[in-house]
């Protein structure tokens, strides 16, 4: 039954990839999908590209193993879409025409502006993907039996595939499919959890006290982030960090115009909403029904807490079928964040500044598919090494590069007069390396604990997620760059103004 249904998921994306592909005849059809979507089409694209394998898979299984701490990445990962709503959504579709680097690139024609944000874009990307391959490698190892390697190898060939043939118009497809059997698998279970506790909330919250090892300090916060700073980095680096998700924004290109990309944002947040609203009861199902000891046993991290749920409550009929939901999950947004580096790489660096903008369509197709399968194996190889990382704490490390690297320089771009290419060049390079050498030498890569880590010693850096750092010092370095340069363009800023507001 389980190989069924996981068979089945492939099947029905492969179908709608050799229907996608058909339409894809151009660089606009494979990058945006000819900027043909609706605007509830693109949100529940938006939707099924958002909630990933760290909303599925990891914030179930952080709230069944620390309880309220958990749900902070339900609250960032909802709240954030307030700020792509109100400061980024209709800037950058008017700006923009394919990448993040195009909206920028709108104002300031250097080609290093457009090169450093379409390294940031490939880096955001990248370091998304492995959370998503690391849960399809724990998820297809429990369904099936396949060792990791294996695992994470089939869903590497998957999503090529996806890409390579169907562009946008099959990723967005491909989303879409998932974020309708997602909020359907999750709405099972939930209603499952809840006829539990006899359809009460407080009867819920009653059993949560004794249901743990944690006792009554389930239902507070402190369980996981014992320090409060830590708390409040890794909520700044959720609620910041979408406006700055290449894989994200990039989804504003694939309607007609603001208005709709508005809309679009809408729907995602509705249906986004909801489905996190549902992360509680699968996280306090979990804790009750499975157990803590239950869901570390198959995994350390707590990744596979919700197809145990699912298992628990329906036996294998519903585990099978939440395991494939899962599955089609991380196949939808790998998808998604390949296209967005792909496009970075075919467009801005290869389209734009090897061929200065003198690129056939031809040219830029071929280019984009062949970055593809690049992007595709290093992320393959990079997952193969973190294997025992929980998928929620990878994305969050996403989320606070894309917050300290690509937020200030899109905020910068549309609202500062004074803003110059020195100051978006240097806020994106602090950003990014930053962040990236703040992880680096901090405890999810260093432990004096064999196996808790990927490397064995003290960690340099005590705070597990430094967006708290990172993302001031972007918005520092970007605001200093430009002071410490002379360099001035206010007609340029006015045309901006116009064109962002108004798309004229």
């Known amino acids: 039954m389980a190989i069924a249904l996981f068979c089945g998921i492939v099947f029905l994306t492969l179908v709608i990839t050799y229907f996608a592909a058909k339409k894809t005849n151009n660089a606009s059809d494979f990058y945006t999908a000819g900027g043909g979507l609706k605007g509830w089409q693109n949100g529940m694209a938006i939707a ?11 914030i179930a299984g952080t709230i069944a193993l620390a309880g309220f701490d958990g749900f902070f990445y339900s609250i960032g990962f909802l709240v954030a879409y307030l700020v792509v709503l109100y400061l980024v959504a209709e800037p950058l579709r008017n700006l ?31 370091f998304y993907m ?4 690391v849960g399809a490698g724990a998820l297809i190892k429990l369904l099936l039996g396949i060792d990791y390697t294996t695992s994470v190898l089939i869903v590497g060939v998957l999503m090529t595939i996806y890409v390579v043939f169907g562009g946008m118009h099959a990723t967005s497809w491909v989303q879409i499919t998932k974020a309708v059997l997602l909020m359907a698998g999750t709405f099972v279970i939930s209603i499952i959890v809840f006829a539990k506790f006899d359809f009460s909330v407080a009867v819920m919250f009653d059993h949560m006290k004794t249901a743990t090892p944690l006792g009554e300090a389930f239902l507070n916060p402190g369980n996981k982030y014992k320090v409060p700073l830590e708390t409040i980095s890794l909520n700044l680096a959720l609620v910041l960090g979408t406006a700055g998700l290449p894989h994200i924004l990039t989804r504003f290109f694939t309607v007609k115009d603001a208005p ?9 947040t509705w249906i986004i909403g ?13 804790a009750a029904f499975v157990g803590a000891e239950g869901i570390t046993a198959v995994d350390k991290g707590g990744n596979m807490a919700a197809p145990l749920l699912a298992k628990a409550l329906g036996g294998d009929l519903l585990f099978a079928f939440v395991s494939a939901v899962a599955f089609a999950t991380i196949l939808a947004v790998v998808t998604g964040l ?14 734009q500044i090897v061929r200065r903008g003198q690129a056939t369509e031809k040219e830029q197709l071929r280019t984009a598919r062949w970055a593809s399968i690049g992007v595709s194996v290093l992320s393959i190889i990079l997952a193969l090494f973190a294997q025992k990382l929980n998928v929620a704490f990878l994305v969050s490390l996403a989320f606070a590069v894309a917050a300290a690297a690509n937020l200030p320089v899109i905020l910068f771009t549309v609202f500062w007069k004074r803003f110059n290419t020195t100051g978006a060049v240097t806020g994106m390079l602090v950003g990014l390396f930053s962040t990236v050498i703040l992880v680096a030498i901090g405890p999810n890569v260093w432990s004096p604990e064999v196996g808790k880590a990927i490397l064995v010693g003290e960690p340099l850096f005590s705070m597990a997620n430094p967006g708290i750092i990172s993302i001031p010092l972007g918005f520092i370095a970007a605001y200093a760059g430009t002071l410490l340069s002379s360099s001035k363009d206010e007609v340029k800023y006015r045309e901006i103004v116009v064109k962002a507001n108004t798309g004229v």
Do not use: C, E, P
């Open 48 to 58: 099924g590209d958002y909630m990933s394998a760290a909303s599925f898979l990891g």
């Open 96 to 126: 923009g025409k394919y990448t993040v680097a195009d909206m920028i690139a709108a104002r300031f024609s250097d080609k290093k502006v457009r090169g450093v944000a379409a390294l940031n874009t490939i880096s955001i990307s990248i």
């Open 130 to 133: 492995i959370a998503q391959l």
């Open 260 to 268: 709709t990309a508005r809309s679009s944002v809408v729907y995602a």
């Open 274 to 286: 909801m489905f996190y609203i549902m992360t509680i009861f699968l996280g306090f199902g979990a």
């Open 338 to 351: 390949v296209l967005a580096a792909a496009s970075a790489f075919a467009h801005d660096f290869y389209g």
